[in-house]
């Protein structure tokens, strides 16, 4: 099931684009360990493309189609060592869903500061099977967009943030007050 981003439009994708950008020019842009290394030079590529003119599902078919991800992972076994596993098949859309969605905030409120829109709240854009608690609880609420942007514009922060956590199927509109 895709994403319904409520206020992705052309001006909403400039400002995409802007924040991708700038994120890629401070080495800010997320590179998934699972990237081959094709996979890490063309990822800020199709990464801008989705975001000026396509969207999530097409950047996760580029990833898969493209052989950007590798197959298989190290992982670490509970006695200390490693295995080999195979990477979930659901990955590249996972990604592909968290950063385009990342991005799609980070315009939007960029978009909403510059428009002097006091706030974006939270909406479930994607329907999920199991919703978190923490992240249903979240719906209705309220950001000012400049605090919410500089919550996610640092890589690290974004990836433990509660609206963009994997699966969650949140994202933000723009609130008409």
Same mark, same amino acid.
């Given at each position: 099931?895709?994403?319904?981003?409520?206020?992705?439009?052309?001006?909403?994708r400039?400002y995409?684009?802007?924040?991708?950008?700038?994120?890629s020019?401070?080495?800010n842009?997320?590179?998934?360990r699972?990237f081959?290394?094709?996979?890490?030079?063309?990822?800020?590529r199709?990464?801008?493309k989705?975001?000026?003119?396509?969207?999530?599902?097409?950047l996760?078919?580029?990833?898969?189609?493209?052989?950007?991800?590798?197959?298989?992972?190290?992982?670490?076994?509970?006695s200390?060592?490693?295995?080999?596993?195979?990477?979930?098949?659901?990955?590249?859309?996972?990604i592909?869903?968290?950063?385009?969605? $990342?991005? @799609?905030i980070?315009?939007?409120? #960029?978009? +909403?500061?510059a &428009?002097?829109? =006091?706030?974006? $709240?939270? @909406?479930?854009?994607?329907?999920? #099977?199991? +919703?978190?608690? &923490?992240?249903? =609880?979240?719906?209705g609420?309220?950001?000012?967009?400049?605090?919410?942007? +500089?919550?996610?514009?640092?890589?690290?922060?974004s990836?433990r943030?509660?609206?963009?956590?994997?699966?969650?199927?949140?994202?933000?509109?723009?609130?008409?007050?």
């Amino acid at each position: 099931m895709p994403f319904t981003f409520q206020d992705l439009d052309e001006t909403t994708r400039e400002y995409m684009a802007q924040e991708i950008t700038l994120a890629s020019s401070a080495g800010n842009l997320y590179f998934s360990r699972r990237f081959t290394a094709q996979g890490k030079e063309e990822w800020p590529r199709l990464l801008l493309k989705a975001a000026l003119d396509r969207d999530e599902h097409w950047l996760a078919y580029q990833l898969e189609t493209q052989g950007l991800m590798t197959g298989l992972e190290n992982s670490r076994t509970p006695s200390g060592g490693y295995t080999v596993k195979h990477v979930p098949h659901t990955a590249a859309e996972t990604i592909a869903e968290g950063q385009f969605n $990342r991005y @799609y905030i980070l315009g939007l409120c #960029a978009r +909403a500061v510059a &428009e002097g829109i =006091a706030r974006v $709240r939270v @909406y479930r854009a994607k329907p999920v #099977a199991n +919703a978190r608690p &923490e992240s249903a =609880a979240l719906i209705g609420t309220g950001f000012d967009p400049s605090s919410l942007a +500089a919550q996610i514009r640092p890589v690290e922060a974004s990836l433990r943030h509660e609206l963009l956590k994997p699966n969650s199927g949140l994202s933000v509109q723009i609130v008409s007050e």
